[in-house]
């Protein structure tokens, strides 16, 4: 069985960074196309960044290309994502993902989800 774990989130001000990791257990990492998904309040789910299984491709929403970076450590089994200058608009519930396909924006074509975790990025 896959199981997602994510930790990370906090509280930052406005221009911080955090990291935020999702521990993989079940399965290698590596079998899988990662992404990251955030939802805040009264908003839809929506896809923030994608690494596919073979690490080759990355995709990133305009808003956070440049800001954002998604990396996978195959030895300790975690998804990382490092989200530098961070602005309130970036604050959500932060999720990842896995699917053994491509990467998708669609959050459906997903089948293992972790818990969650906040991110709250103040002005």
């Known amino acids: 069985q896959v199981l997602l774990v994510e930790s990370g989130g906090g509280l930052v001000q406005a221009g911080g960074s955090l990291r935020l990791s999702c521990a993989l257990t079940?399965?290698?990492?590596?079998?899988?196309?990662m992404a990251w998904f955030r939802q805040a309040p009264e908003k839809e789910r929506e896809f923030v960044a994608g690494?596919?299984?073979?690490?080759?491709?990355?995709h990133y929403i305009d808003s956070v290309k440049g800001r954002f970076t998604i990396s996978r450590d195959n030895a300790k089994n975690t998804l990382y994502l490092q989200m530098n200058s961070l602005k309130p608009e970036d604050t959500a519930f932060y999720y990842c993902?896995?699917?053994?396909?491509?990467?998708?924006?669609?959050?459906?074509?997903?089948?293992?989800w972790g818990q969650g975790t906040q991110v709250t990025v103040s002005s």
């Open positions: 690494l596919h299984w073979s690490r080759a491709t990355t």
């Open positions: 079940g399965r290698a990492i590596t079998r899988y196309t």
């Open positions: 993902a896995a699917t053994d396909d491509y990467i998708s924006v669609n959050d459906r074509d997903y089948g293992y």
